[in-house]
Nanobody, 120 residues
């Protein structure tokens, strides 16, 4: 059973960086052919796909966020990370990590989500 767990600060000030880590257990992030994704849900809105890092370390980020977003991984810890820079209050959301069977869809395992609030 694959399990994912998000971790990171719950409160970030405007103009700073959201840094989140997803720790994966029960499966390796280097296993063919999975995509390890970040998704967010602002309050009162739907899910927004942010980006992924795949089993060989290739990343892809939504064009709407790519100028502020980086995704990386630490295979020794079986973790992948999200950094979102220059945040504004509208970046407030519940952030999820998930495993996907295709690039931008087919999420079969999800973390429980972590609330990140951008506020001074």
């Amino acid at each position: 059973q694959v399990q994912l767990q998000e971790s990171g600060p719950g409160l970030v000030k405007p103009s700073q960086t959201i840094s989140l880590t997803c720790t994966v257990s029960g499966g390796s992030i280097t296993t063919d052919y999975y995509y390890w994704s970040w998704i967010r849900q602002p309050p009162g809105k739907g899910l927004e796909w942010i980006g992924y890092i795949n089993y060989v370390g290739v990343t892809y980020v939504s064009p709407s966020l790519e100028s502020r977003t980086s995704i990386s991984r630490d295979t020794s810890k079986n973790q992948f990370t999200l950094q979102l820079t220059s945040v504004i209050p509208e970046d407030t959301a519940v952030f999820y990590c998930a495993r996907a069977t295709t690039g931008t869809s087919g999420m079969d395992y999800w973390g429980q989500g972590t609330q990140v609030t951008v506020s001074s």
